[in-house]
């Protein structure tokens, strides 16, 4: 139907003018119709007839290579995919096309494509760059060794990311690593990468040795070796800004966020006008719970005569707001960490829709392609990150206020006064009054900015009625922090934040789990399953989802009221979860197969002792063993366990063991401050949400 329309518009068309981009789009547009349709042929052949009144000749390359390699017209796609790297020889995706389309037998015909490319265009940096994923050994070794040469002498700042897709192989790392430390050796006593060398190098080669050091090792988690790398590059050189921001990553990752703050402080001191580092020194700064200050590095690009907070928001900056709750939950700020998701939450409804005023747009200036691309990005506009950590945070903040309810206006806890001396009631009353006055003077101070705020607002909407009196719509209902932490049904407004997730990150283990403790806590059996099963089709070995499942078998046991079809659709659908082994079994195999993880090994100490609490000793000692053997042992993952040691999740324990089990980390992460200042809930502790940012991290910096 929809080419039947586009073909008798066509006929109403007027005679076509030259280079007619309107036109052209109408014809891509209707080319895509039929590709889309299954008429692969017939698209060809409209490309074919049409191709002199196409404009855009990139996207008709494009889209003729992908249609003969989908009809299997290997011979006519080379032609076209090499037509297309001499058009771009930078773009991966014409290399892949070209393989596709050559089909080469042996590593020696796919590497000769390459080799090919590379002769005819010596600038560049592809052709060299792809054979390192599907070569290796010596010829990796000689590939990698003139990539390196070629990129450090150019002075490359993003080669260590350009390369880091290879440090999933041992080898490669090891090769990387040993070619790298060479270079410098002979750099710096020869000035040449190679000894043999004639003509010697500039001394920015060996400052950029240095960089690419530094991430290497920050990156494989030896991070005194990383610091000493990039103190040699300061020393080369003190006024590159790049080296700051490496430095402050490292200090990060070590665990020490206010030393990695005023590393990107002095970084954004040598180049004020930074935008970049400007935002990333106050996304530093919130990490190390520092938010007045964080404002005021953004005020310095944000609008005057409006606070740095209020003009992030206008502008719809989530990255800032998505940190700012984050710190709020760590201070146990629960409402103001609501209220920053909410917002967030909306952000993504005004998006939607501002798009409609591209619809006429689009429409009367003939780009269909790009119309369809906006219409099917609303569609999943909240499969975006930003959106899955801001619903993963507020359904974990829900989650907690089900958990422990906020009762007390401020939440402090009621102390025992007639235990106190005279001179100490006197002084708590005293600390009590200045605190109080302190609270009614923060109080008067929000006021009065609340005020302004809805009198600009009003104003605004003032301004716009006058221009316009239709665009007078609803009013969204204000978000109260006090009435955020205190919410009368904590499950459905987490359950609110669930649904997209459910629709549009089911690839994510993390909206399985979230699902499932949601489901548990309203004693939704058969849903807390199905979370269950869709998890396991995501990650079976995942260890959260380990421990949801042990804890619905021991759910299971303790049901009496259920009926038996319910009963018999939950045996039926558990049995291939959990096989013919019982419980503690199902436990140990979990931990036999995954023994040298670290969070595995703590997912099954917890489930160890929940299982058998005579076992809590052997669990504690499971959990807590760190060795170079176990990987996955960041400072997240381990923060985490020193609060599950002090929540009483391996029940009661004793200040000896959970300060023992600290040293221990100290002794591992000597720079993180979290243990070192003996509070489990650091700067360090970004989320204690189900994102899990430990496991994440398992593979870049392991024990």
């Known amino acids: ?42 698209a060809i052949q409209h490309l074919a007839t049409y191709e002199a009144q196409i404009v855009d000749k990139l996207s008709l390359a494009e889209t003729r290579a992908k249609l003969l390699l989908s009809l299997k017209k290997f011979d006519e796609a080379a032609v076209v995919c090499k037509e297309l790297l001499d058009r771009n020889p930078e773009n991966s995706e014409y290399y892949h096309s070209l393989e596709q389309a050559i089909t080469p037998e042996t590593l020696d015909d796919r590497l000769r494509l390459y080799t090919d490319v590379a002769e005819k265009f010596p600038k560049a940096l592809a052709p060299r760059r792809l054979p390192l994923e599907f070569i290796s050994g010596e010829l990796f070794r000689t590939s990698a060794d003139r990539y390196l040469m070629l990129a450090l002498h150019k002075g490359i700042p993003p080669l260590f990311k350009n390369l880091r897709s290879l440090y999933s192989d041992s080898e490669k790392v090891r090769i990387l690593e040993e070619l790298t430390l060479g270079y410098m050796k002979t750099l710096q006593e020869h000035e040449v990468f190679h000894e043999n060398d004639a003509e010697k190098e500039s001394p920015t080669s060996l400052l950029w040795t240095y960089y690419y050091l530094a991430q290497h090792f920050d990156h494989l988690g030896q ?43 002095e970084a954004q001191s040598l180049d004020t006008a930074d935008r970049y580092i400007n ?148 002084k708590l009353k005293s600390k009590q009054r200045k605190k109080a006055i302190q609270e009614a003077k923060l109080k008067e101070k929000q006021k009065l900015e609340e005020q ?110 259920l009926s038996e079809v319910v009963r018999k659709v939950l045996e039926q659908e558990l049995k291939p979860l959990t096989g013919e082994t019982g419980t503690a079994s199902l436990n140990t195999e979990f931990l036999n197969r995954h023994n040298n993880s670290h969070p595995h090994r703590v997912a099954s100490a917890k489930m160890m002792y929940r299982l ?3 076992c809590q000793a052997k669990s504690i000692s499971l959990a807590t063993t760190l060795s170079p053997e176990i990987i ?70 392991t024990f």
């Open 1 to 42: 139907m929809t080419l039947k329309i586009l073909e008798e518009f066509m006929k109403t068309q007027p005679q076509v003018k030259p280079y007619d981009y309107e036109h052209s789009e109408m014809l891509l547009y209707q080319n895509m119709v039929m590709v889309e349709a299954g008429l692969e042929s017939e």
């Open 223 to 265: 991070f005194d070796k990383a610091l000493s790398y990039i103190d040699l590059a300061l020393e080369h050189t003190m006024t590159l800004i790049e080296l700051y921001v490496v430095k402050a990553k490292i200090y990060k990752h070590a665990g020490d966020i206010n030393e990695a703050v005023r590393c990107l402080d």
């Open 279 to 426: 935002s990333k020194c106050a996304k530093y700064m919130l990490r190390s719970n520092m938010l007045k200050e964080a404002e005021r590095m953004c005020s310095e690009f944000t609008r005057e005569g409006i606070s740095a907070a209020e003009n992030l928001h206008e502008m719809q900056c989530m990255w800032f707001e998505l940190e700012c709750a984050a710190l709020y939950r760590r201070q146990g700020k629960y409402g103001e960490a609501l209220k920053k998701c909410h917002e967030i939450d909306r952000h993504f409804t005004e998006i939607i829709e501002d798009q409609f005023d591209f619809h006429t747009y689009c429409v009367r200036k003939m780009t269909l392609r790009a119309y369809i691309e906006l219409i099917r990005l609303e569609d999943v506009l909240r499969s975006h990150f930003s959106y899955f950590r801001c619903a993963s945070m507020a359904i974990e903040i829900y989650l907690h206020l089900y958990d422990h309810p906020v009762t007390g206006s401020t939440g402090e806890k009621n102390l025992d006064q007639e235990n106190l001396t005279p001179a100490e009631q006197k």
């Open 452 to 561: 302004q705020r809805q009198q600009q607002q009003q104003q605004q909407q003032n301004k716009a009625k006058t221009q316009d009196p239709e665009l007078e719509g609803p009013k969204e209902e204000e978000l109260n922090p006090e009435k955020l932490a205190k919410p009368e049904n904590p499950l459905e407004e987490a359950l609110r934040f669930l649904k997209p997730l459910q629709m549009f990150a089911v690839n994510k283990i993390e909206t399985h789990i979230l699902a499932y403790r949601i489901y548990s806590r309203k004693g939704k059996l058969l849903l807390m399953l199905q979370s269950l099963k869709r998890g396991r089709a995501v990650d079976p070995d995942h260890p959260q989802l380990h421990e949801c499942l042990i804890e619905f078998i021991l759910t299971m046991k303790k049901q009496s009221g």
């Open 612 to 614: 058998d609490h005579s």
């Open 632 to 701: 996955g042992c960041t400072v997240s993952t381990c923060t985490s366990l020193l609060k599950s040691l002090e929540n009483g999740e391996f029940g009661t324990c004793e200040n000896e063991t959970i300060d023992g089990y600290r040293a221990k980390c100290q002794e591992v992460f000597p720079r993180a401050t979290v243990f070192a200042s003996g509070i489990s809930n650091g700067v360090n502790d970004k989320s204690n949400i189900l994102v899990l940012d430990g496991l994440k991290e398992i593979k870049d910096r």
